[in-house]
């Protein structure tokens, strides 16, 4: 036991001058200058390094002959002759109408159909789901009667809801719609009820104290307490959202990047499909910027990825 | 051995109990007493500390003055008053503080008069009042998660006495806390106390805070909890741990805890 005596005592002392030592030797780890801006100029370098591997890969295969230009045109072809792909786009939302022309404009009208399809059936979705998740969690009969339909309901796929909301809709944007708020209501009802449950006691008890009534405790307690795991559904389920609407537009209504997608296969077009599939990536992308930039600002209180708890 | 001890106002009580119980019906068993007759007259202005063994009830008494929870049997009084549900006038702070993280510490202050409809500006002005008080006046902007423990109980305390509480409730308040923390929080309570003129009613298992900081100290046996005896703590503040009385106290105070803990063991070994 003494031999481990010598060395604890020998240690200390060189472990307390080097800890003084430290700060004098030529600072290896300094932190960088401009670090946010750094961080931001290396994410955008890697995302286009990313990207341009993937073209390249995509060109290099083409070059060498091992895909048909028809088939899998590169981007270089599908990006090729923007006007003859435009002219696909239909600045109307009627059924059945004939392209008249296509162009820029057009293409910005397909994509705000589509876009304005995913955010309402995205709101209606989140506020109905909000007010049954609330209600099965609050009033005991409902949640008796209610929940075990809901829980029935919910995983069926939101696609095979699309020959009824037609039967009962018609063809127009209500299907495509409806079939957004199927794909988000279920899961945001049910996180509601749940996270409700999970609210802290003494979160209601601080409120009880301060006098707050029931309004004033759902509204100020409860609701902030539960939309982060709320935003974590919605995000988790927003590219499901963009998945369903692009089949209801390609089935149950006349125009939207879904019809486009569904003319492209018809005609046997690539560049078309191609061109639409860039459409909807980058779109796709922008709404889960823009969620984030949501989230960011109303849940400013949770620390970013990582850091915190 | 019971001996009624003199309260030292003769003013009304600011919380009045007289043979109030507690039982608990837990889903599936038979009912759980958690108190039982409990007589307890607190004065405006006094510090009372409850001290017993893990499980005696000594919670949820502060719960059941708190209004939070109500009584099976005996009555309740504050400030003349019967209980009936709980009041910003008996604020209770919990161990983990529970300030809401979505609102900035000056909010969390502000929370309670809000709710009352006090207008913005003026709510405010109480928060920042409240919080320079406390010593968190640079910390008003901050998120709670940014503040160590020590400085969220003490915005808790804030946001209690924003309510102009009357007598503020602590459910083992420093229990969380490491003990360097917990020694300065003692003497920042203590001035709190003496700055608002509130009862304070503190829950803890430490036999240390409470000779440190008791008027008297209401000593709980065993469940179901009962009042074992009221021992008054007449040092003189501040209170040195070095004092033999001190010392006394403490040996006086073991000597009651060793019972009842040894029996709270043998309960839990039955079940």
Same mark, same amino acid.
């Given at each position: 036991?003494?031999?481990?005596?010598?060395?604890?005592?020998?240690?200390?002392?060189?472990?307390?001058?080097?800890?003084?030592?430290?700060?004098?030797?030529?600072?290896?780890?300094?932190?960088?200058?401009?670090?946010?801006?750094?961080?931001?100029?290396?994410?955008?370098?890697?995302?286009?390094?990313?990207?341009?591997?993937?073209?390249? /890969?995509?060109? +290099? *295969?083409?070059?060498?002959?091992? !895909?048909?230009?028809? %088939?899998?045109? @590169?981007?270089? $072809?599908? #990006? =090729?002759?923007?006007?003859?792909?435009?002219?696909?786009?239909?600045?109307?939302?009627?059924?059945?109408?004939?392209?008249?022309?296509?162009?820029?404009?057009?293409?910005?009208?397909?994509?705000?159909?589509?876009?304005?399809?995913?955010?309402?059936?995205?709101?209606?979705?989140?506020?109905?789901?909000? /007010?049954?998740? +609330? *209600?099965?969690?609050?009033?005991? !009969?409902?949640?008796? %009667?209610?929940? @075990?339909?809901? $829980?029935? #309901? =919910?995983?069926?796929?939101?696609?095979?809801?699309?020959?009824?909301?037609?039967?009962?809709?018609?063809?127009?944007?209500?299907?495509?719609?409806?079939?957004?708020?199927?794909?988000?209501?279920?899961?945001?009802?049910?996180?509601?009820?749940?996270?409700?449950?999970?609210?802290?006691?003494?979160?209601?008890?601080?409120?009880?104290?301060?006098?707050?009534?029931?309004?004033?405790?759902?509204?100020?307690?409860?609701?902030?307490?539960? #939309?982060?795991?709320?935003?974590?559904?919605?995000?988790?389920?927003?590219?499901?959202?963009?998945?369903?609407?692009?089949?209801?537009?390609?089935?149950?209504?006349?125009?939207?990047?879904?019809?486009?997608?569904?003319?492209?296969?018809?005609?046997?077009?690539?560049?078309?499909?191609?061109?639409?599939?860039?459409?909807?990536?980058?779109?796709?992308?922008?709404?889960?910027?823009?969620?984030?930039?949501?989230?960011?600002?109303?849940?400013?209180?949770?620390?970013?990825?990582?850091?915190?708890? | 051995?019971?001996?009624?001890?003199?309260?030292?106002?003769?003013?009304?009580?600011?919380?009045?109990?007289?043979?109030?119980?507690?039982?608990?019906?837990?889903?599936?068993?038979?009912?759980?007493?958690?108190?039982?007759?409990?007589?307890?007259?607190?004065?405006?202005?006094?510090?009372?500390?409850?001290?017993?063994?893990?499980?005696?009830?000594?919670?949820?008494?502060?719960?059941?003055?708190?209004?939070?929870?109500?009584?099976?049997?005996?009555?309740?009084?504050?400030?003349?008053?019967?209980?009936?549900?709980?009041?910003?006038?008996?604020?209770?702070?919990?161990?983990?503080?529970?300030?809401?993280?979505?609102?900035?510490?000056?909010?969390?202050?502000?929370?309670?008069?809000?709710?009352?409809?006090?207008?913005?500006?003026?709510?405010?002005?109480?928060?920042?009042?409240?919080?320079?008080?406390?010593?968190?006046?640079?910390?008003?902007?901050?998120?709670?998660?940014?503040?160590?423990?020590?400085?969220?109980?003490?915005?808790?305390?804030?946001?209690?006495?924003?309510?102009?509480?009357?007598?503020?409730?602590?459910?083992?308040?420093?229990?969380?806390?490491?003990?360097?923390?917990?020694?300065?929080?003692?003497?920042?309570?203590?001035?709190?106390?003496?700055?608002?003129?509130?009862?304070?009613?503190?829950?803890?298992?430490?036999?240390?805070?409470?000779?440190?900081?008791?008027?008297?100290?209401?000593?709980?046996?065993?469940?179901?909890?009962?009042?074992?005896?009221?021992?008054?703590?007449?040092?003189?503040?501040?209170?040195?741990?070095?004092?033999?009385?001190?010392?006394?106290?403490?040996?006086?105070?073991?000597?009651?805890?060793?019972?009842?803990?040894?029996?709270?063991?043998?309960?839990?070994?039955?079940?």
């Amino acid at each position: 036991m003494a031999a481990t005596d010598v060395p604890l005592g020998a240690v200390a002392p060189v472990s307390a001058q080097s800890a003084q030592a430290a700060p004098g030797q030529g600072r290896p780890f300094a932190p960088p200058r401009y670090p946010r801006l750094r961080a931001g100029l290396a994410t955008l370098g890697w995302s286009l390094a990313s990207l341009g591997l993937f073209a390249g /890969l995509w060109e +290099a *295969l083409w070059a060498l002959g091992f !895909l048909n230009p028809l %088939l899998l045109p @590169p981007p270089h $072809l599908f #990006l =090729a002759d923007l006007p003859a792909t435009l002219k696909y786009f239909d600045r109307s939302n009627r059924i059945g109408s004939r392209s008249e022309g296509g162009g820029v404009m057009p293409l910005l009208a397909t994509i705000g159909w589509t876009t304005m399809r995913v955010t309402v059936g995205l709101v209606l979705g989140f506020v109905g789901g909000v /007010l049954v998740g +609330a *209600l099965l969690h609050y009033v005991r !009969l409902f949640r008796n %009667l209610v929940l @075990p339909t809901v $829980l029935l #309901l =919910a995983p069926i796929s939101p696609v095979a809801w699309l020959p009824v909301a037609i039967f009962v809709f018609g063809i127009g944007d209500v299907p495509a719609i409806f079939l957004v708020f199927i794909t988000l209501f279920f899961a945001i009802a049910l996180t509601t009820s749940t996270q409700i449950a999970a609210v802290p006691v003494t979160y209601l008890n601080v409120a009880r104290i301060m006098g707050a009534d029931t309004r004033q405790t759902f509204f100020r307690v409860v609701l902030p307490a539960i #939309l982060p795991g709320l935003f974590m559904t919605l995000r988790l389920n927003l590219f499901a959202a963009w998945m369903v609407v692009l089949i209801a537009e390609a089935v149950g209504v006349g125009s939207g990047l879904g019809q486009i997608v569904s003319l492209a296969r018809s005609t046997f077009n690539a560049r078309l499909s191609f061109f639409t599939m860039a459409i909807i990536g980058l779109l796709g992308f922008s709404f889960d910027w823009a969620l984030r930039q949501i989230q960011a600002r109303m849940l400013w209180w949770i620390a970013p990825q990582g850091g915190g708890r | 051995m019971n001996a009624p001890v003199p309260t030292p106002s003769l003013r009304r009580p600011a919380v009045h109990l007289s043979g109030v119980g507690k039982t608990w019906t837990p889903a599936g068993r038979g009912p759980v007493q958690a108190l039982r007759d409990v007589d307890l007259d607190i004065a405006p202005g006094e510090f009372v500390v409850f001290l017993g063994p893990s499980g005696c009830g000594k919670s949820t008494l502060l719960y059941m003055i708190a209004g939070l929870e109500p009584a099976s049997a005996g009555t309740m009084e504050a400030d003349g008053l019967p209980i009936t549900g709980p009041s910003a006038e008996r604020g209770l702070i919990f161990q983990d503080a529970s300030l809401f993280p979505w609102l900035t510490i000056l909010d969390n202050v502000a929370f309670g008069p809000s709710i009352g409809a006090v207008q913005k500006l003026k709510r405010r002005e109480i928060a920042a009042e409240m919080l320079r008080r406390v010593g968190l006046a640079d910390m008003m902007d901050k998120k709670p998660d940014e503040l160590s423990g020590g400085m969220r109980q003490r915005a808790a305390c804030a946001r209690a006495l924003a309510m102009r509480a009357k007598v503020l409730m602590m459910d083992e308040p420093f229990a969380a806390l490491d003990v360097q923390t917990r020694a300065k929080m003692q003497d920042f309570l203590l001035q709190i106390w003496r700055d608002s003129g509130a009862s304070i009613v503190l829950v803890t298992h430490s036999i240390d805070e409470a000779v440190a900081l008791a008027d008297r100290v209401v000593v709980f046996t065993a469940r179901p909890g009962r009042v074992k005896t009221i021992v008054p703590v007449d040092l003189p503040r501040p209170r040195n741990p070095r004092d033999p009385r001190f010392h006394d106290l403490r040996d006086r105070f073991g000597e009651l805890l060793a019972d009842e803990v040894d029996r709270a063991f043998a309960e839990q070994e039955a079940r």
